[in-house]
């Protein structure tokens, strides 16, 4: 991104700074709430934290890190779908320690991505949570992965912090290419890196931040927190614009894709995207019945990204969902490189 690229305030230096600031502004408002089934109405095991109870976790987080490492360091983050993963992000980012999103792992699989990852970053620890842990089986794992220190976050004790102080110079957090072809690279993102790409992108869709007292902005994503357009776009950017995430398990949509359109028509949601995979998807996957049920009028930045994009399959999704009120010009293709 342009270095010069503009910032609505100058005076930000971090996305640490962000998310203390939106504690301090609006420590009251929902700022993530996890659907783990389905995000239908009535559905039970919904989690809610707010903005200063997301800052509680990430502030006993980095407390614990400090313990462990200096920033600079890196941690390897591995987290199933929830909230953990955010508090762990935000926990490093206040300890200066670059957070490294992993795959989440298969139960009793070998993990060659999450090997090849730790080899690479010599990760001073490893956050998770204590299920994770016990599904890992550690003792059975080769020595990368086995030998570094792993915290589960869900044990931490509240500390308040004072954040490490960063600036738009200093790295973020390490982001690790796909792998499909080589072995995953790391590419290290600044704060300013990510502080201007995430004002770029507000631009482009054309999205205000929340001010005080007036409407809040609401996002709906189901993309894994490892994932760089659900990391992006379902987590830093809601939270940029100051706005609140409704978030589902991917298995969720890949079982149930209409899962995915249901909470967005639920909660009026006005911002949500994904890959152009999962728009053919639910045009094939739901029946006219279901589409008349919901209501997507208020869905006005639909992005669509990640992938090679079809003309054909949005097309065939704003046919199918326009007597539920979707509406072509919705649609933002992007494309980005990892």
């Given at each position: 991104?342009?270095?010069d ?30 659907l ?8 039970t ?7 200063a ?18 920033p ?19 926990g ?46 550690l003792a ?11 915290v589960?976050?869900?044990r ?13 110079a ?9 792998g499909?072809?080589?072995q ?5 993102v ?13 631009d482009?869709f ?17 993309l ?7 990391l ?23 079982q ?11 909660t009026?949601?006005t ?18 019945e ?45 494309y980005?490189?990892?």
């Amino acid at each position: 991104m342009p270095s010069d690229a503009p910032l609505p305030d100058d005076s930000l230096r971090s996305v640490a700074e962000l998310l203390r600031r939106r504690a301090d502004e609006r420590p009251d408002q929902r700022a993530f709430v996890f659907l783990p089934e389905a995000g239908q109405r009535g559905a039970t095991g919904e989690v809610v934290w707010t903005y200063a109870e997301l800052n509680r976790r990430a502030s006993a987080i980095a407390a614990a890190l400090s313990r462990r490492a200096a920033p600079g360091d890196r941690a390897v983050l591995v987290f199933p779908p929830g909230l953990d993963f955010i508090a762990a992000f935000f926990g490093c980012l206040y300890a200066g320690v670059l957070p490294v999103p992993a795959t989440y792992p298969k139960p009793r699989r070998p993990l060659p991505r999450l090997d090849a990852i730790v080899a690479d970053c010599s990760p001073k620890v490893a956050l998770t949570t204590t299920e994770t842990l016990g599904m890992l089986q550690l003792a059975r794992q080769a020595p990368p992965v086995r030998d570094v220190e792993w915290v589960a976050v869900d044990r931490c004790d509240d500390a308040p912090f004072k954040l490490v102080d960063r600036n738009a110079a200093d790295p973020a957090f390490l982001q690790y290419t796909s792998g499909s072809t080589s072995q995953p690279r790391g590419v290290i993102v600044t704060h300013g890196n990510l502080l201007h790409n995430l004002e770029l992108i507000r631009d482009g869709f054309g999205l205000e931040t929340a001010s005080s007292g007036g409407a809040v902005p609401t996002a709906v994503f189901w993309l894994p927190a490892y994932h760089d357009m659900g990391l992006i776009g379902g987590i830093l950017m809601p939270l940029f614009i100051g706005g609140t995430s409704y978030l589902l398990a991917p298995a969720t949509f890949l079982q149930r894709p209409i899962a995915w359109l249901e909470t967005i028509a639920r909660t009026g949601a006005t911002i949500s995207g994904a890959p152009n995979f999962a728009y053919d998807l639910c045009t094939r996957k739901t029946t006219p019945e279901q589409r008349a049920a919901l209501n997507l009028s208020r869905w006005s930045t639909a992005f669509c990204g990640a992938e090679p994009i079809d003309a054909r399959t949005l097309n065939d999704f704003a046919g199918a969902f326009a007597p539920a009120g979707f509406r072509s010009k919705a649609f933002y293709p992007c494309y980005g490189l990892a």
